[in-house]
């Protein structure tokens, strides 16, 4: 059974920074590509990031190009975002995500 804890959310006020945490088990980490889902109150779901099997190659939305960074340790079957310069707009449920499992969520707050 695949499963993704996430965790590392927390509030913070625009500007800071946030180091979410995705811990996968049930499959082999390695061979699967990994993303970022966010959903912000209210809205739909939205694609943050993507790394690939290997960690060579990223993929992000423009809204969190240059300020989120996506990576990933195969050795501690571990997916990491981490989140600088965060905005109002950047306050979601944060979601890790492999083919069609998600994990339960974090909660991520801007706000001063």
């Known amino acids: 059974e695949v499963q993704l804890v996430e965790s590392g959310g927390g509030m913070v006020q625009p500007g800071e920074s946030l180091r979410l945490s995705c811990v996968a088990s049930?499959?082999?980490?390695?061979?699967?590509?990994m993303s970022w889902i966010r959903q912000a109150d209210g809205k739909g779901p939205e694609w943050v990031s993507s790394?690939?099997?290997?960690?060579?190659?990223?993929n992000y939305t423009d809204a969190v190009k240059g300020r989120f960074t996506i990576s990933r340790d195969n050795a501690k079957n571990t997916a990491y975002l981490q989140m600088n310069s965060l905005e109002p707009e950047d306050s979601a449920v944060y979601y890790c995500?492999?083919?069609?499992?998600w994990g339960q969520g974090t909660q991520v707050t801007v706000s001063s």
């Open positions: 790394i690939n099997s290997g960690g060579t190659s990223t």
């Open positions: 995500n492999v083919d069609d499992s």
């Open positions: 049930g499959f082999t980490f390695s061979e699967y590509d």
